[in-house]
């Protein structure tokens, strides 16, 4: 096979895959400059496309990795060897992942609309900002100096603030709520994180203690029949 004959087949199967998942969908940038409309479309118009939102969370993980790793040495206090990227990803996707299923247990309770798919593509949409702050900011830290970056520091500050609009916003469409049912929503929501995450623990330290004990019943087994 040709490169060429490659190349098209590649440019075949990936207008396939648009036609076929991604056309008509909404285009998550657009959470950027039209952060409302994105949102109410998404709630109303079931545009939401998941693979995007999929594609939107590794982006978010990916970034916070590069940032961890590629700061700039003046601002970063990362040694290389200590780093875990189990711990970052725990950070960035796992948080996120946690928090779409504490706000789902929550919906029921809480008389919420939205459904998991529903509150997992908007949580993914919002992280488009913090995406690209990810990137700018390890950019910047490379030549910058310590004066210089407070105004990245100071844009960090307004993304985040951003984000938590966005999110605040976006739960309130979804799931029609007013604005103290929100706010009830998402403090519910951070409290269900708390719970699942301690579970989760709780069964990695069981699971952990339980190959010890199968382990221990083993090795005296077979020193007992080896005797």
Known sequence: MTMQKLWSNLYIFLKAFYARFLEGKK???????HPVETMEDLKYKKNGST????????????????QEVATGFIFSTLRIKDFNILIVLCTSGLLVLLFVVGNWSLCTLLNGEG?????????????????????ISTIFSRFLVEDEYTFVTIAGVCVQIWFIILMFYGL???????????????IASLVAMAV????????????????????????????????
């Open 27 to 33: 285009n998550p940038f657009l959470m950027i400059n």
């Open 172 to 186: 309130m469409v979804i799931h029609n709520y007013t604005f103290w049912g929100t706010f009830l929503n998402a």
């Open 115 to 135: 459904r998991m798919v529903d509150i997992y593509i908007m949580i993914c949409y919002n992280l488009t900002p913090l995406i690209g702050y990810n990137i």
């Open 196 to 227: 699942i995450f301690f579970l989760m623990f709780l069964f990695v330290v069981l699971m952990q203690q339980l190959y010890v004990f199968i382990l221990t019943i083993y090795t005296e087994c077979r020193m007992r029949l080896l005797s």
């Open 51 to 66: 693979i995007y939102a999929t594609l939107l969370l590794i982006a978010f993980s990916v970034s916070a990795i590069i």
